[in-house]
Antibody, heavy 121, light 108 residues
Framework: EVQLLESGGGLVQPGGSLRLSCAASGFTFSSYAMSWVRQAPGKGLEWVSAISGSGGSTYYADSVKGRFTISRDNSKNTLYLQMNSLRAEDTAVYYC??????????????WGQGTLVTVSS | IQLTQSPSSLSASVGDRVTITCRASQGISSYLAWYQQKPGKAPKLLIYAASTLQSGVPSRFSGSGSGTDFTLTISSLQPEDFATYYCQQLNSYPLIFTFGPGTKVDIK
């Protein structure tokens, strides 16, 4: 059974940093691209970032480019999102998600339960 | 690439046929997915490649379209289908996958 478990969310001041983690199990982690998607309170979904299975290719939404860094440790089956220079508009539930097809960054077929990041002074 | 969805919300009854439209600002071939999200839950993949039903999803859900215009159809709405539905495009280069604004389906 595929499981994705996010952690690392919390309250942070504007300008601060936070690192999210996503522990994966139930599939061959290194064979699949992974993504982060966020949802501000009461708002729609926003794709944030994706990374290839090897970690060699990364992709970012314009809203987070230069501030967020996606990475993965395939030996630990864990996905990360390092978030720097946080702003109030980054407040959201952050989901990690697995790409459906093998070896491609595509639609997401499994999602974690989400972790809430609140940026406020 | 921007996505628009219509309607933004709709009220329907159990048994109704429901159609939601997603329009892309430029052609995306068939690189479109549909998700269902219930309050407080993670999204669930329903359809990918515009018309391919994800494993385990009931056959009352169907998708169609290519290029810029896409539809999600629920042939006979069931109580568990009341939710918000999002389309997602997966065609842009550089790779930036955007979601539509969502369509909320609630009980009439």
């Amino acid at each position: 059974e595929v499981q994705l478990l996010e952690s690392g969310g919390g309250l942070v001041q504007p300008g601060g940093s936070l690192r999210l983690s996503c522990a994966a199990s139930g599939f061959t982690f290194s064979s699949y691209a992974m993504s982060w998607v966020r949802q501000a309170p009461g708002k729609g979904l926003e794709w944030v970032s994706a990374i290839s299975g090897s970690g060699g290719s990364t992709y970012y939404a314009d809203s987070v480019k230069g501030r967020f860094t996606i990475s993965r440790d395939n030996s630990k089956n864990t996905l990360y999102l390092q978030m720097n220079s946080l702003r109030a508009e980054d407040t959201a539930v952050y989901y990690c998600a697995k790409s459906r097809p093998l070896s491609m960054v595509r639609e997401e077929d499994y999602w974690g339960q989400g972790t809430l990041v609140t940026v406020s002074s | 690439i921007q996505l628009t969805q219509s309607p933004s919300s709709l009220s329907a009854s159990v048994g109704d046929r429901v159609t939601i439209t997603c329009r892309a600002s430029q052609g995306i071939s068939s690189y479109l997915a549909w998700y269902q999200q219930k309050p407080g839950k993670a999204p669930k993949l329903l359809i990918y490649a515009a018309s391919t039903l994800q494993s385990g999803v009931p056959s009352r859900f169907s998708g169609s379209g290519s290029g810029t215009d896409f539809t999600l159809t629920i042939s006979s709405l069931q109580p568990e289908d009341f939710a918000t539905y999002y389309c997602q495009q997966l065609n842009s280069y550089p790779l930036i996958f955007t979601f539509g604004p969502g369509t909320k389906v609630d009980i009439k």
